[in-house]
């Protein structure tokens, strides 16, 4: 989904600070919106809105019985009902972050809430909230001039090299835009504060076709079949401009038991938020050095992986023999003219 934002401006900014419930560390709104000035327009468009519209990370609210009881859902909805509750709604939006931060490794801190205007998709004009949450805070250096004397002080504030927690979610289309760069402590962000699940679109699908590649090259044990997979998956994708999923599982399944590949599959849509099915399609060319990427590491044996850098290399064979504490590889590769 193309987003533009070369017309876009700020309408209202706000700040508040949430902290981690579970050590019931509370929340502090602010009494008023921020000020907006051109510097601060322009800085934040082109750090915080830029990265959330040209992210591939794209979402759709989510609830189990009735979408309208989704809270993000129908906060952002009141706001671009009538901007006038923003500041109101702001703070219902901060709540619900205080009421989603109940593990331990979420750090408190600062809570910023946009509204943006006149962000182009397709023909349309559209409104945006960005919500953005920072939980650590960068030391730099400033320069004070005392008396003559260039003093430099130590202080802290918010990068604006990237975005810790982030999401955009726009007034003309449920596809959330969202950014989650500290995910590995919590996933808090997208699964209670957004809830939101993952949309299927062509880039998630390649995503999700290289998870299931990697996956299936993991399960392997022996070396030769590893190689006669990879070969079949890479005749495959070179033959035809787009592999289907079916492809894939086909494939794999020459090779592998289906409870391998189905383990595999449904690891993969659990990660990836939707569902895996046969007629799903993804471009050859985009696939083709997803695959290469992974075809070119080949097990030796465990903890030795032999890895080819030029494209003309293409290993046919490797016969391995262990003898006592020794292990002899002979390995068979082809060089192309």
């Not at 909805?77 to 702001?90: A, E, L, V």
């Not at 993952?198 to 990697?214: F, H, M, Q």
């Not at 083709?288 to 080949?298: D, F, G, Q, Y």
């Not at 292990?327 to 003219?337: G, M, P, S, V």
Request: glycine share 4%.
């Amino acid at each position: 989904m193309m987003i533009d934002i070369s017309s876009a401006k700020i309408e209202k900014i706000i700040i508040h600070q949430v902290g981690n419930k579970i050590r019931e560390e509370g929340f502090r709104f602010s009494d008023k919106e921020a000020n907006i000035n051109e510097n601060l327009n322009d800085l934040l468009l082109k750090h915080y809105l830029l990265p959330l519209s040209k992210t591939n990370s794209c979402f759709q609210f989510y609830h189990e019985s009735d979408i309208t009881l989704n809270e993000m859902h129908q906060f952002s909805s009141r706001i671009f009902n009538n901007p006038k509750t923003f500041k109101d709604q702001s703070i219902n939006i901060a709540k619900h972050l205080y009421s989603a931060s109940t593990h331990p490794n979420i750090s408190g801190g600062d809570f910023i809430v946009i509204l943006f205007s006149d962000i182009k998709l397709k023909d349309s004009l559209s409104y945006g909230i960005a919500t953005l949450r920072i939980e650590n805070k960068d030391d730099y250096l400033d320069i004070q001039d005392n008396n003559g004397v260039f003093q430099p002080l130590e202080k802290s504030g918010i990068s604006l090299t990237k975005i810790q927690k982030g999401a955009l979610i726009l007034s003309t289309t449920n596809v959330i835009f969202a950014i989650d760069n500290l995910g590995q402590k919590t996933k808090y962000w997208l699964d209670s504060f957004l809830k939101a699940v993952p949309v299927k679109t062509k880039a998630s699908c390649l995503r999700a076709g290289g998870e299931i590649l990697k996956s299936i090259s993991t399960k392997i044990k022996e070396t030769s079949t590893l190689l006669n997979i990879n070969d079949e998956l890479d005749r495959k994708i070179q033959s035809s401009d787009e592999i289907s999923l079916k492809d894939i599982k086909d494939i794999a399944k020459k090779h592998l038991n289906s409870e391998d590949v189905d383990t595999v599959l449904t690891r993969v849509s659990e990660k990836f938020g939707f569902e895996l099915s046969d007629d799903i399609i993804i471009e050859s060319k985009d696939l083709l050095p997803v695959a290469k990427k992974i075809s070119n590491k080949t097990k030796i044996d465990d903890g030795i992986s032999l890895l080819i850098t030029d494209k003309n290399h293409h290993i046919d064979n490797v016969s391995v023999t262990k003898v006592d504490n020794k292990i002899q590889a002979i390995i068979d590769i082809t060089i192309k003219e």
